[in-house]
């Protein structure tokens, strides 16, 4: 568990009109996570929570909370001579969720994100399957994004920012690559990107 606190003044930011700005008062930003991780043999459980207020929506919109799971199996694949291990292979889904908030909206003309007050969104839940395989010095990771399609929500919320999608089904769902090792995770293997 860690707690934040960070007071802010003189920030940029830009508003809802896409304008760049500059924050003229003092304001806070509170924070607080909950972290744990669960090992019972092969299967992996890790479980965070995150809440968060700021005392000016309109400057840095949060969503209050913020959950995210990583559920999987992590098992030796292949061992040299010495017995050490040189090929390991995670299986599982990550999932995510978080309260209604006023997701930035993208400007494509700027390549930058600006606030908006128009659309609430709860971003999920959503979640995705993935195969990491560490070999040596690299992993080769497969990723399926948002499999459950909204489940279990009847009404699914898809959008990641202000009307841009998360990607729904498909083969634009499938992502597939090298990454190199950075020791990273629980499990020492870098997170499907």
Known sequence: ?????ALLAGN??????????QNTSAMSVL????RK????GPAHLDHRALFQLS????IIPLPAVALTFRYYFEFVVQRNEQRQTVMTMQVGADAYFNTAWYSPAWNPNLGVFHNQTDRLYNNGPWFDIF???????????????NAGLGWPLLHPDYFSADRYIITQNGMDGLKFGIDR?????????????
Not at 55 to 58: G, K, Q, R
Request: hydrophobic share 35%; glycine share 10%; with cysteine.
């Open 37 to 40: 991780e669960f090992k019972i």
């Open 131 to 145: 195969v990491n395989v560490q070999w040596k010095r690299a992993c080769v990771f497969i990723k399926y994004q």
């Open 181 to 193: 090792d950075r020791k990273s995770g629980s499990a020492g293997m870098p997170r499907p990107i």
């Open 31 to 34: 924070s607080a996570q909950l």
């Open 1 to 5: 568990a860690d707690v934040g606190y």
């Open 55 to 58: 005392s000016n929506p309109a």
């Open 12 to 21: 940029l930011y830009y508003g809802t009109d896409g304008v760049i700005r």
